[in-house]
């Protein structure tokens, strides 16, 4: 980077290697994303606060209040070292800043490449949730709102087949159950033609438990919503890719800027201490 000077052009006492572009670029760049982990700390809060239905939230393998509000303070924590490291060219709050996102961008990278290895336990483990969640259907509803939805976009029902919801005790096809709903599956498997604009049948599954296979899949969608992930997922691979690549690039800028600036500071530092050097002594 190209040096300035502060006074006079021709004393080599005010020159500095600091670039104030790269400085206050990185600045900015951490001033944005700490605003950011501000605003993920306080919805988490908010909907930790509101969310009571823990038996529900078991289902998934965190809490995403809970996980919204990690990310958000680490997030606050990195970006602050970042905005104070770089206002105060400060080489230790850098370098942390700098290892710090090193550290979570090797992990993602881990996460990623350890995913499509296990891709099978991955998949064993997405059907798990999936289970449980069919399970938990009637106790929360935030969580009865987000099955609907997967299921009505995927065109889906159940995990692995429409017959998993006989796995909630509202659904389920025993004899002895009183629930009106019994070996029936929600309104969102149900098969509604786009160009009807009309009122939804929300009974519209009832007792399709007991159809077959075929006679259910003239009324619900029969395929469970874990193949036509995976399916979504291969047909989408370059959108996933670029979802990735955006998430790699901030983090690779950081951690570029960062180490030009510190290596800019130790560039000052090394100057400083030379002036001071032969100002002492001028004879050295």
């Known amino acids: 980077m190209g040096g300035r000077r502060r006074d006079a052009p021709g004393s080599g006492e005010d020159y500095s290697f600091v670039s104030p572009v ?67 060219e400060n080489i230790c709050l850098l370098n942390t800043f700098c290892i710090c996102l090193t550290v979570i961008f090797l992990l993602q990278l881990a996460a990623g490449i350890l995913g499509f290895i296990f891709s099978d336990k991955a998949r064993t483990r997405v059907t798990e949730m999936i289970n449980n969640a069919v399970v938990h259907y009637r106790e929360d509803i935030d969580l009865q709102n987000l099955i609907d939805f997967g299921q009505k976009e995927f065109g889906c029902c159940g995990g692995v087949a429409y017959t998993d919801w006989s796995r909630n005790i509202y659904f389920n096809c025993k004899q002895d159950n009183p629930s009106r709903e019994r070996c029936s599956v929600p309104f969102s498997c149900c098969i509604i033609p786009k160009d009807k604009q009309e009122v939804i049948n929300t009974m519209c599954g009832q007792g399709m438990q ?36 955006g998430l790699a690039i901030p983090q690779l800028v950081g951690i570029l800027l960062s180490q030009i600036l510190i290596n800019q500071i130790k560039d000052q530092i090394e100057l400083q201490n030379y002036n001071l050097k032969h100002r002492a002594d001028p004879w050295s």
Do not use: Q
């Not at 790269?22 to 900015?28: A, D, I, S, T």
């Not at 899949?217 to 989408?236: A, E, F, L, P, Q």
């Open 22 to 88: 790269v400085k206050y670029l990185l600045f900015f760049f951490n001033f944005i994303f700490w605003l950011i982990s501000l605003v993920m700390v306080s919805i988490g809060v908010y909907a930790r606060m509101m969310k009571h239905a823990e038996a529900a939230l078991a289902c998934l393998s965190v809490d995403p209040a809970v996980m919204l509000m990690v990310v958000g303070v680490l997030m606050f924590i990195i970006t602050f070292c970042g905005c104070v490291g770089s206002l105060r």
């Open 210 to 245: 007991e159809l077959e296979y075929i006679e259910a899949g003239d009324h619900i969608h029969t395929n469970g919503c874990i193949d036509k992930m995976v399916n979504w997922i291969h047909s989408n691979l370059f959108l996933l890719g670029g979802i990735a690549l």
